[in-house]
T-cell receptor
């Protein structure tokens, strides 16, 4: 399967804690993107990291990419209840399309 | 001022019927997509169009026929609906073709086939 895999499948933390989600993939990529999906809504783009980048920040988000291990991680610092959502990684595998992972369900308890 | 809109939001229909889902984007993007998200939240691309031209058709049954009348619209017609077609269908758009651009998603259409 081309699809990436995220772990954990589900994560439950307290407000204020950090949340880390991981994504692994199988082929060479041009870039990797992270998306958030709130319940009953469409996906929203969070961040894009290119294959020649190792780390990227956006507000409370920090994304790393290790192309030698074919993996990426998304860290959300100081989580809030509003961060409760599903998070997906998506890889650009040079095929004019994105391949999405299975997603991590994050629940932030207040 | 919705960027990517879809209609209808919910669609409940009987097996064997034909139905359509409409999508419009007002972002001036060249490329539009249809995705299917199943009950386990797997999101899989079905089609992509660039400047009204079909680019990707991911081995989708030919009961599914996309139509792009112009760059801002991409509709999905489904013939002879089956139980397995029940899912959430998302339309999306990006500035250009290629995975290097962020995609903007519509709110989804939840299709239930009875």
């Amino acid at each position: 399967s081309q699809q990436g895999e995220e772990d954990p499948q589900a994560l439950s933390i307290q407000e204020g804690e950090n949340a880390t989600m991981n994504c692994s993939y199988k082929t060479s990529i041009n870039n990797l993107q992270w998306y958030r999906q709130n319940s009953g809504r469409g996906l929203v783009h969070l961040i894009l990291i290119r294959s020649n980048e190792r780390e990227k920040h956006s507000g409370r988000l920090r994304v790393t990419l290790d192309t030698s291990k074919k993996s990426s991680s998304l860290l959300i610092t100081a989580s809030r209840a509003a961060d409760t959502a599903s998070y997906f990684c998506a890889t650009d595998q040079y095929g004019n399309k994105l391949v999405f992972g299975a997603g991590t369900i994050l629940r932030v308890k207040s | 001022d919705t960027a990517v809109s879809q209609t209808p939001k919910y669609l409940v229909t009987q097996m064997g019927n034909d139905k359509s889902i409409k999508c419009e984007q007002n972002l001036g993007h060249d490329t539009m997509y249809w995705y299917k998200q199943d009950s386990k939240k797997f999101l899989k691309i079905m089609f992509s169009y660039n400047n009204k031209e079909l680019i990707i058709n991911e081995t989708v049954p030919n009961r599914f026929s996309p139509k792009s009348p112009d760059k801002a619209h991409l509709n999905l017609h489904i013939n002879s609906l089956e139980l397995g077609d029940s899912a959430v269908y998302f339309c999306a758009s990006s500035l250009r073709l290629a995975g290097g651009y962020e995609q903007f998603f519509g709110p989804g259409t939840r299709l239930t086939v009875l």
